[in-house]
């Protein structure tokens, strides 16, 4: 049986994406950790499993995949029957989920990407925190946030009734956010607040953030 | 029932859904929406799109929006019907996705943003941001080059077939190669000279631009 390697750091929001999915479908793997502060991705030798010198890579068996959203979808079809179900329904219902899968990956994630980078990651390199593009960025999360509470008023989940991808590709960067002012925009929204609480607090999530502890 | 497109002919993102209709020979007619009067964020069209973006689509009720949930949408629902632009096996479509977030991830940004710079503010009477543009064009040197290694070893980004990874690039290509006049960035590399040459010829594609000439 081919073995899964997974090449990252706990701490990068793509490779956390993947790690949570790998525990969710319940599938063992190798993590072969990437000092990134050494900037050992940037090196000729990672650029073979990565050649954008970004982290996570993935491999199982002869298949080489980069790109954190590719490598979850893999692996939730690979391991449709196994753990947690992170697909779900008939073609429109799929579609509806593609739909929020793209909203995270271009609403979501860009704005929320540049909060965890100022707030969570500059603080930690003693690199000082740009309050213009803080404050950029928060005013777009808070219209971001809005169309969520909006949708979670009427969805259990971001993409249907269960949790899925969708749900799951938003946890890294919500975990980095939930450390900073930027809770507030969280709080301040119930269904939103109910939401994080409900996805935070699954025990796959405790085990990548078990990860991060023990770096 | 042709499928309701709404959105522009010169929006990067509505072509990158007309491209994949097209290819696919499904029936659609593009409801105008009128950007410049800032329709797209109004009450009426919020309801289709709440981030008050476009293209949006609508087919026998059933409605969506990214255009890339849309054409993964098509592609899957017309899988049997014109070229194959997922791949056949669970391996090939990981791949296909992989290069698919390629093109949403180190790809797209950089060319909207210069885009943005070097075109639209300009065209909306602001002035661009020329220092910003050029460090994008940096940026998409070194992808390009990543791109131009990937095909010296497959004839299309996920292998040896177009897919729905290929198509994605089309409209962003055209806007760096026309109005931002970054031909360059194509022509100085082999592989992804030949390939862009290989795709933009493909009739879908030449269909998309005699019909948003027309529009123009």
């Known amino acids: ?93 799929k579609a509806i989920i593609g739909v929020w899968m793209e909203v995270e990956a271009h609403q979501f994630d860009p704005v929320s990407s540049k909060l965890t980078w100022e707030l969570a990651v500059k603080p930690v390199y003693g690199m000082a925190t740009d309050k213009a593009v803080v404050e950029e960025n928060e005013a777009k999360l808070a219209k971001v946030l809005d169309v969520y509470e909006s949708r979670l008023a009427k969805s259990k989940y971001l993409g249907c009734e269960s949790f899925t991808l969708v749900d799951l590709h938003h946890l890294p960067n919500i975990n980095y956010l939930m450390g900073t002012e930027i809770k507030k925009l969280f709080d301040s929204r119930p269904h939103v607040s109910a939401w994080i609480a409900d996805i935070t607090a699954r025990p796959a999530w405790s085990k990548v953030l078990a990860m991060q502890k023990q770096q | ?104 991830h180190n790809f797209n940004d950089l060319v909207y943003t210069l885009v943005l710079q070097l075109v639209v503010l300009p065209m909306m009477g602001k002035p661009g941001d020329l220092a910003l543009a050029h460090t994008c064009e940096q940026k998409l040197e070194k992808v390009l080059d990543v791109y131009e290694q990937r095909l010296s070893k497959s004839r299309y980004l996920a292998g040896d077939t177009y897919t729905l990874a290929d198509l994605s690039h089309l409209p962003g290509i055209r806007y760096l190669m026309n109005e931002a006049q970054m031909e360059h960035l194509v022509r100085e590399r082999n592989n992804v000279n030949s390939w862009w040459e290989d795709i933009s010829s493909r009739p879908a594609w030449k269909k998309l631009l005699t019909l948003a000439a027309a529009r123009f």
């Open chain 1, 1 to 93: 049986m081919a073995a899964i390697r997974v090449h990252g750091s706990p701490f990068s929001t793509a490779s956390a994406r993947v790690l949570a999915t790998l525990y969710e479908k319940e599938v063992e793997f190798e993590f072969v950790p990437v000092d990134m502060r050494a900037g050992e991705h940037k090196k000729e030798s990672f650029l073979s499993i990565n050649p954008f010198g970004q982290v996570p890579g993935f491999e199982h068996g002869d298949l080489k995949l980069f790109e954190s959203r590719a490598i979850t979808k893999y692996v939730a079809n690979e391991y449709a029957e196994k753990g947690t179900h992170l697909v779900c329904g008939d073609s429109k219902k």
């Open chain 2, 1 to 104: 029932m042709a499928v309701k497109v709404y959105g522009t002919m010169r929006s990067a993102c509505t072509q990158r859904v007309m491209a994949c209709l097209l290819e696919k020979g499904v029936d659609f007619d593009v409801v105008h929406v009128d950007l410049g009067v800032g329709e797209q964020k109004r009450p009426e069209f919020l309801v289709r799109q709440p981030f008050g973006q476009v293209p949006a689509i609508e087919d026998d009720g059933f409605q969506l929006y990214e255009s890339r949930a849309i054409v993964r949408y098509y592609a899957t629902k017309y899988e049997d019907q014109g070229p194959n632009l997922l791949g056949n096996t669970l391996e090939e479509r990981a791949v296909v996705d992989q290069w698919l977030e390629v093109e949403a």
